[in-house]
Antibody
């Protein structure tokens, strides 16, 4: 079955850049799906960050657009998130998820990784 | 941007109860509405997609309905494993957005 697995540092300093990778197994990153990042601050709701298609086309949440870059690495069957100029407000569990082309429901999701912004 | 209003924010119910969670959007989204279940410390899990289609492997006590701006998730007979948080999500246009969530607790 399709599985997604996030990886990256669990602690990032304020003003630094948060970098995460999502490894995909059981599906090709070049399939007709979009590859997404969603985050959830502790005890709060879900926020969509953005998505990437295998062509490199991206869509971002305007609330984060100036700080976000999502890219795809077809050779490694994975995609990545970079979030710059982070503050404590960016502390959250970060999930990667696959979105079906056209309808964009998210399935499956990675298990999530907690990233804490602190000095 | 499309605003999501999900209600109630919390709900206490008993095993065997029928419960309904509602989600309203700020503009018509046709049937581009999805429902997720999230248990503590776990990733969200897709329950219902395209407003009323049951995801494979999800028990038939879960159902979804609605179109346009008003949607509902119904659990026909609550089971102990159903006590969790539930979120709606619109996938009509970016930025995709989620409802604030409903925490379903045991009465």
């Amino acid at each position: 079955q399709v599985q997604l697995q996030e990886s990256g540092p669990g602690l990032v300093k304020p003003s630094g850049t948060l970098s995460l990778t999502c490894a995909v197994s059981g599906d090709s990153i070049s399939s007709s799906n979009w590859w997404n990042w969603v985050r959830q601050p502790p005890g709060k709701g879900l926020e969509w960050i953005g998505e990437v298609y295998h062509s490199g086309s991206t869509k971002y949440n305007p609330s984060l657009k100036s700080r976000v870059t999502i890219s795809v690495d077809k050779s490694k069957n994975q995609f990545s998130l970079n979030l710059s100029s982070v503050t404590a407000a960016d502390t959250a569990v970060y999930y990667c998820a696959r979105a079906v082309y056209g309808w964009h429901w998210f399935d499956p999701w990675g298990q999530g990784t907690l990233v804490t912004i602190s000095s | 941007d499309i605003q999501m209003t999900q209600s109630p924010s919390s709900l206490s119910a008993s095993v065997g109860d029928r419960v309904t969670i509602t989600c309203r959007t700020s503009q018509s989204i046709s049937s581009y509405l999805n429902w997720y279940q999230q248990k503590p410390g776990k990733a969200p899990k897709l329950l219902i997609y395209a407003a009323s289609s049951l995801q494979s492997g999800v028990p038939s006590r879960f159902s979804g309905s609605g179109s346009g701006t008003d949607f509902t998730l119904t659990i026909s007979s609550l089971q102990p494993e159903d006590f969790a948080a539930y979120y709606c999500q619109q996938s009509y246009s970016t930025p995709y957005s989620f409802g604030q969530g409903t925490k379903l607790e045991i009465k």
